[in-house]
Structure formats: C-alpha cells, structure tokens
C-alpha cells in the first residue's frame, strides 16, 4: 500500500498531470470535518441544557478550529517522520 500522498492525487489541469496532496493538508482537511460532528456531540450529551443549545455554534467552531490545529501538527510531524 503507498503513501496517503499517492492515494488522493489531484488533477492538475494546466499541466494534465496529477499533484500530490501534502500530510499537513490533508491532516487540516481531516481536522476539521471530524471537528464539526465532534462540536454537535456537544447537543446531544447535554440533553436539556439550554446554554449548550444557546451557545453551538462556538462550540462548532471552537472543535473545528481544535481539528484544523490537530491536524496541522499530526500532518506536520507524519512529513518529519517518513
């Protein structure tokens, strides 16, 4: 199995050639879909509590951010280490 660098080419169309798409990119692309559903959790183990529902959009996108960040670093030390 190749690196996740083979597994999502991407299209280059002035050159009709494909490019690789880098860890740490991919690292913040993962990040922050996985940030999203992470930051709605936050509806469904509060139950009830009005200040949650009042206040989910910051929790969305303080997890997205949390991802993005995550994501980087993870992306950043995978390109360090392989």
Not at 34 to 55: E, F, H, Q, T
């Amino acid at each position: 199995m190749g690196s996740l660098d083979s597994l999502f080419p991407i299209p280059d169309p002035l050159h009709h050639a494909t490019r690789t798409m880098k860890k740490p990119v991919f690292g913040m692309l993962l990040g922050g879909l996985l940030g999203i559903p992470d930051g709605l959790s936050a509806l469904v183990s509060a139950g009830d509590d009005p200040n949650v529902r009042a206040g989910i959009v910051g929790i969305v996108i303080g997890s997205t951010v949390k991802g993005l960040i995550t994501g980087l670093l993870i992306g950043w030390f995978a390109r360090k280490t392989s």
